[in-house]
């Protein structure tokens, strides 16, 4: 389902010298096959974000390739990716990434919108996934008006509502309190169960990690090793 | 996304800063009403010309003044031309009269009157839409038709001249020849100098037809429409052609250019007929004038006018512009983190382009439909006031018809469409820097 192969990435430091950069990923070889829950591990500083952030495309990697659901998508131009995230791809962010001035109803059908979903099935899907997230009574409240496990459910719903075939999470219980961290890892569990969601967490929580089936290990931008969670 | 769900998002976001969304709208409107105003200016007086010229002259007409030969010079036109001007499609009819060459008395009973006498050819003058308002054309040589207004200056012989007429010009109701003119006998006296001497003859004549009253206002038609057969019963008592009573030098020569026209007039049977004819006629040597041609100047000179007025209009809305870069620049930069949301999310860069424009259009588009009614409202005003004011300040009357500023369609037209083009020109930028936001960066909040 996802296939990176031999990605490097560095940062240019400043702009006078272009030549100055920053290695934070080394030739990382890796694959998630279809219906997995993949834990990507590390410390702080490690790369893990910035290989999230190169598979979801918000950056090009220096060198190496990605493969989603048998595409080179280190070739697409902005629009391309824009148009592949929407069909391919929801995401769980760590700060939620709600738009303030949305209400939680909003938020959650903004790619309904992008898509150019017509009104009515639009309200269809977004009532189902409050009722399933247990935010129907609190559709029209703004992001600032919920608590961060609700906010976080509202981003799950979000991401969940052109039904993806793989969530891209990063950190997605480092803003929740440990109560509802664990309701959010059950829920993930279930979409992977129910739905065959496949799951790539960032995250440096070993609880998180241990969700997965295979867990990757990252250290200082290298590959540290592929095994089962446990 | 659909378009109706990106002008929802426009919605939402003009909403999020009406004051200043206000402001920027009133910068536009108030950069097209000064724009459609100022061009106004250039339509209403164009409006006034071509009115007041259409009013003076009958827009199928075209005056042949004469054919020019090959050396340059001008000669009379000859039944030659005639036959020619008549074989042209598109012509109706083609009129030609000659003028007596001296203004001849015409009296019956006490009363008398001094008129001109035109020998015209009836049967094209009928044709061109000259109508009698009542009697007949004349069949006999000594029968004759008058102009409508010629009954209305018949005085009688005996009052001196100052006594005749009321303060306004007009002949006095009392003095007024009241009784039926057709059928009534009438002499008319032509003269001829023989040295100082003056020697005169009579002609009598009946009246059997009155023509119609001219269709301009303006228009007073006195003539007295003679026969040929007089024309040269007049010729042969003066000894000059056309009747005219002193023979001069050079005469000669123009006695022998028998079958001229004074006055030759091609009437076609369109409007739309009138260029092609009249270029026909140029191409054929002959000196014309029509007012279409006339309009064509008139009209040329105020295109001009009219383009640089809007030349200027549109520097206010360039002006106007600047506000609206700087409030799109603002609305990018304040939305950017929603802009990075939503792109991550998988907004396709393109929409993100749109809605921007989108709201720039929208501010183009009010400002425009605002700067559209309050220019309405001040055409009016100043076609209502101006006149009013510059009578009171002058103290000088203004043509009834002047118009100082007239709002056509099509100046509407061409000034929404430079408002809108230059609104949403001036949202490109801003918009392009939307797409551009760095994904990263804006949910990192760091734009």
Redesign the interface.
Known sequence: MINVKQLSHSFTLGKKDPKTTLPVLKDISFNVKRGEIVSVIGKSGSGKSTLLNLISGFSQPTEGEIWIDGQQVTNFTEAEFADFRLSHLGFIFQSFQLIPSMTAYQNIELPLVSKGVNEYDRKQITIELLKKTGLINYQGHYPSELSGGQQQRVSIARALVLNPPIILADEPTGSLDSETEADLLQFIKQLNKERGITFLIITHDDAVAAIGNRTIAIKDGRLLEVGDAQ | ??LK?QLAFVR?NVK?NKVRTFMTILATAMGCTFLIVLASIGYGLQQTIVEDTLEQQIVTKIDIHGYEKEDGRFRSLTMDDIDYLESIDGVKAVTRRNHLQQIPTFSTGDYIEEAEAVIAHFPSEIKSGLKLKEGRLPKNANEIVIGYHFPKHLHPDSIKEQDLYSKDGELKENYQYKEELIGKSIKMTVKRLDGEKEVTHIIPLKVVGILEKPTKEWMQDRNVYISQEVLEEIVGFTGTPNGNPRQEEGMEEANKAADTFDEVKVYTTNLEAVKGISDQLDDANYASYSVVKEMEQINMLFTIAKAGLILVGTIAILIASIGIYNTMTMAVTERAP?IG???????????IKRIFLLESSYIGVIGAVVGVIVAYAVSFLVNFGLPIIIEAAFTEQLPDNLKFSAIPGTLIVISVSICLAVTILSGMRPAKRATQID??KA?RREI
């Not at chain 2, 949301?341 to 929409?351: E, V």
Request: charged share 30%; glycine share 4%.
């Open positions: 996304m659909r769900d939402q999020k929603d949301i939503m792109k991550a999310i998988g907004a396709n860069p393109r929409t994904v990263l949910m």
